[in-house]
């Protein structure tokens, strides 16, 4: 038996999924759509209006671009773009998982397909929560203006884009690709685990004197989480277990996509 191969079993109220993954079925069919999945099933999402349907003015469209290189994804990033979601009254939050990190030309990266499926794994039975392939089908490094860009074409000119990213990539953010008109598209929430410095971090901020009100800082507890503690965990073949979901850690077995000598690892450049 191809133990790869993962029908959906649809339950009362749920679908059981790819590697156990649990997808309640909403009762309010009317304000969702069924969106494709790599993995071949189709989940329930909230409608989100795009384009000309964006621009009715009954409501912006407010939508959170969760960016990174989710290698692997975990916790952490699954509370941080739920808080971001409910502080800011997002009506979607995109994963975009990278494709080339331009910060990690010289680190070998797990393949950014297998990181895209293990990313939707972990986000497909959140109905607030999307993705998106449009840097991992993108050629060369990724870039979060052409990302930032590539929404504003598909969700329109009244739709109101937030960043969310890590306090570390704030602080950085002045060495990013046309910052000024990145600044101009979206607003930035900068999220930072307890124990963080959080006045130094204050301080940087504002002396982005130009953008500092374009950025938002909110503290996650779940961020003490790292990926590149569990991808150390998964090399000395220690428990990852309660760190990221269930079924991503059923995946990560079965393919073994984070074994020292695994196929899905990039190379150094």
Known sequence: MDRSVNHPVERKGFIIGPHGVVISIPEDLANYEWVDTTFGIKVP?????KNEAAQTGEAMVRVGIM?????PVHYGHLVTAEAAADLFDLSVVVFVPSGRP?????????????RYRLTELATCSNPRFRMSDVEVSRPGYSYAIDTVRAFRREYGEQAEFFFITGADAILEIMTWRQIDQLMAECRFIAAYRPGYDRDHLRE???RMEAFSGRIHLVEVPALAISSTDIRRRLYQGRSVKYLLPEPVIHRIVETGSYHPSSCHRQPRE
């Open 45 to 49: 999402k909230i409608k989100v209006p």
């Open 67 to 71: 960016g990174g290189t989710f290698d």
């Open 102 to 114: 331009p910060h990690k030309q010289h680190q070998a990266v797990t393949d950014p397909w297998e």
């Open 204 to 206: 940087a901020v504002a």
